[in-house]
Every structure is written in structure tokens, then in C-alpha cells.
């Protein structure tokens, strides 16, 4: 069967410093890959996604950046954090675009 | 662009009742795809439910159906039977097809009460 791990699980950072999130998908082979941030409250947004090694699509400017160095494993990155960048992030994974999306169990980020 | 709008931001019920969750959308694709997905206190996203907008038949999963009326572009949820296992967000999506870009609406948080 399919799982996907995500960590860490909660991670507080000083503003201006890096950031490096992981997530690995288990049980199948190149699937779609997507990065989202849910603020306290809110419902999610979309922030990268991958259907390929390699390949990265952006929805929002900001100042994270995603990569895909294997088939099953997704990065999310910063190279300084804003206060902004606070929030509970989610990786998750589909077969197929428009397919349910399976989630990981998330991130907390609080930055200080 | 396409929204989703859930008008409800909490709702509650008492056990083993019924309980209707709202969520309107906007879109002018006419082929499409809607989900329902629950975030319980763990923070783990589940899939409740899924339609796709071609099929006239509302899905239906054990004790969770949709209404969806494609019309007037509502997607509703409702839970029979309701137990405190349901208390949690609850997240109306849509997704274009061939597209990756998956939107959610703000979330209705579900109280169960015993």
C-alpha cells in the first residue's frame, strides 16, 4: 500500500533563517506531487507541485522554492523565512491529476 | 478564476442526527471534479467523498452523500447518523481537469455533541 511520510512534524525557526521540509512518497511509482500551506482557520493553498523529477510548477510568488531530486520525494525550501511563512504545511501525492489527493500528516512552522 | 465558497464556518450536531454541510462554487468548465475532504484534530487530511461533475448520480460513501446540483453549482455534504468520530473541519475542493491546481474552500468546523 501506498504511504507518504512528511517531517518533521513541528518545527519552530528565528525569521532569516533556512528552511528545509521532506516528504516521501511509498507503494507507487512517479506519481504528482503538490505542496500546500494552510493558514489557522483557512482552508488550503496550493504552493508547488510536481509531476515529474525535476519538473516544478509555482502557484504563488513568494519566497519558498520546491524541488523533486528522486520520483518519490518532494522538498520544500527557503533560503531566509519571513514572519509570514508561519503556518501548517502539507505535502500530498495523487496518481493521477484530479485524482484524490492523499496527504501527509503535516508540518507545523512557527516562526519567531 | 474558480472559487469555493463553504458559507458555513461551524456547524453542529447532536449525535446520530443528520447534518447538512454547504459548499458553493464558481466555475465555467463544464467538466470538473469536487471532494470532500475532513481534517480532524490530528491535522490529517482525509478523503470524505468524491463526484465527478459528469455523473448525475450523487456519490454516496457508507454513511456520507453529496447533493450536488450542477446548476446552481452546489456541492453539499450531509452526514446520517452523525458520531463523535465526525467532529472535525470539513474541506469542499474542486479540481479542473488535466490540471493540477486544487482549490479548497475556508473549511466548516463540525461539533458533534453526544
Known amino acids: 500500500s501506498q504511504t507518504i511520510h512528511q517531517w518533521p512534524a513541528t518545527l519552530v525557526q528565528p525569521v532569516g533563517s533556512p528552511l528545509s521540509l521532506e516528504c516521501t512518497v511509498e507503494g507507487t511509482s512517479n506519481p504528482n506531487l503538490y505542496w500546500y500551506r494552510q493558514a489557522a482557520g483557512r482552508g488550503l493553498q496550493l504552493l508547488f507541485y510536481s509531476v515529474g523529477i525535476g519538473q516544478i510548477s509555482s502557484e504563488v510568488p513568494q519566497n519558498l522554492s520546491a524541488s523533486r531530486p528522486q520520483d518519490r520525494q518532494f522538498i520544500l525550501s527557503s533560503k531566509k523565512l519571513l514572519l509570514s511563512d508561519s503556518g501548517f504545511y502539507l505535502c500530498a501525492w495523487s496518481v493521477l491529476r484530479n485524482q484524490p489527493q492523499h496527504f501527509g500528516d503535516g508540518t507545523r512552522l512557527s516562526i519567531l | 478564476a474558480q472559487t469555493v465558497t463553504q458559507s458555513q464556518p461551524e456547524m453542529s450536531v447532536q449525535e446520530a442526527e443528520t447534518v447538512t454541510l454547504s459548499c458553493t462554487y464558481d466555475t465555467s468548465e463544464s467538466d470538473y471534479y469536487l471532494f470532500w475532504y475532513k481534517q480532524p484534530p490530528s491535522r490529517q487530511m482525509i478523503l470524505v467523498i468524491r463526484?465527478?461533475?459528469?455523473?448525475?448520480q450523487n456519490a454516496t460513501e457508507n454513511r456520507f452523500s453529496v447533493n450536488f446540483q450542477k446548476a446552481a453549482k452546489s456541492f453539499s455534504l450531509k452526514i446520517s447518523d452523525s458520531q463523535l468520530g465526525d467532529a472535525a473541519m470539513y474541506f469542499c475542493?474542486?479540481?479542473?481537469?488535466?490540471?493540477?491546481?486544487?482549490?479548497f474552500g475556508a473549511g466548516t468546523r463540525l461539533t458533534v455533541k453526544p
Open positions: 463526484q465527478e461533475a459528469y455523473k448525475q
Open positions: 475542493a474542486y479540481g479542473r481537469v488535466n490540471n493540477n491546481d486544487m482549490r
